[in-house]
């Protein structure tokens, strides 16, 4: 009897922090108490029924995170620990020069290397790579919450019963130290919880997106993102991306004029701090509603230049 008690009691102070025992404390509290008692029929009821409980609420479809990095051992620790919750993870580096791929060491072995051309073709060629159905794709200056976290793996309980291939993730942006709230990104969101064999990304060397036949769904939490180490680096960032920007907008845009050049980037400025509010998030969304301009005015200067054969 008392035998009894003492395993029962084990058990339920070693897993005391699982969902299903959180979710069945009553359930677990009479087991332990009938382990005092006499009734072995009772007791052998209630252990059977916690038993299918823990059953139903511990299965769920298993996970590969896929992490894409280059150089970014300041924050490659940071977004393995994020996702430590996943069953399989993937990092997927582009060659880098710095400690990234000894830190990612310590958290996978399951670190496979591709030269970049840009992050779509990268992505895609990652994703069939993973041996479980289900992918959390998360970049590296992005972090899971415990919020977030706790919705995947519930998603992942009962994956696509609403039909759902994908789901779109909102995103807590942060830039020069400080949340931002407006400035257009608001309502950042981006596609990361998708079903491996539904879902490819398009061929957009920026702003890539998954592309699918099937329903996308809508998470509530959010991820943490910080796309801002120091002000150079996002300039630095900018510039590389209007490279990339000019060859999607070379088949889609026709002659370049002042329209391009003035109008366009001075919009960019005016919509992002005025009518998307970026005066509310104080120094860092002015600065947001200028870098944007100037990343627009970068775009087509990086257009031109390509057009002429000078880049």
Not at 84 to 99: G, L
Not at 123 to 151: G, M, S
Request: with cysteine; charged share 25%; proline share 3%.
């Amino acid at each position: 009897m008392y035998f009894q008690f003492a395993k029962h009691m084990r058990f339920f102070v070693k897993h005391l922090g699982k969902p299903y025992i959180r979710q069945t404390f009553f359930l677990n509290l009479v087991i332990v108490l009938l382990s005092l008692s006499e009734s072995t029929k009772t007791f052998n009821f209630y252990l059977k029924k916690r038993t299918v409980i823990e059953k139903k609420t511990s299965h769920r479809e298993k996970l590969t995170a896929i992490i894409p990095c280059y150089n970014e051992e300041h924050n490659i620790r940071g977004v393995l620990e994020s996702v430590s919750f996943a069953d399989e993870i993937m990092v997927v580096d582009s060659y880098s020069t710095d400690k990234t791929v000894d830190i990612a060491k310590e958290y996978t072995d399951f670190i496979i290397k591709r030269e970049f051309d840009y992050p779509s073709v990268q992505k895609n060629w990652a994703i069939p790579q993973a041996n479980y159905e289900w992918i959390l794709l998360v970049d590296a200056d992005e972090r899971v919450t415990p919020e977030l976290k706790e919705e995947v793996l519930t998603i992942l309980k009962n994956p696509g019963k609403d039909g759902f291939v994908a789901y779109w993730i909102k995103r807590m942006n942060h830039f020069m130290g400080e949340r931002i709230y407006y400035s257009g990104w608001r309502n950042d969101k981006v596609i990361r919880l998708f079903h491996r064999d539904e879902c490819k990304y398009d061929n957009n060397h920026v702003h890539e997106e998954i592309i699918t036949e099937g329903k996308i769904g809508m998470l509530t939490n959010k991820f943490y993102h910080n796309t801002y180490t120091t002000f150079d680096a996002y300039i630095a960032k900018l510039n590389k991306y209007a490279t990339w920007q000019a060859k999607d907008y070379d088949t889609k845009t026709k002659k370049l004029t002042a329209y391009h050049f003035i109008i366009k980037p001075f919009w960019g400025f005016f919509k992002h701090y005025f009518l998307q509010s970026g005066f509310r998030d104080g120094v860092p969304g002015l600065v947001i509603g200028y870098v944007q301009s100037y990343a627009i005015f970068m775009r087509y200067v990086k257009l031109w230049l390509l057009r002429k054969n000078r880049n």
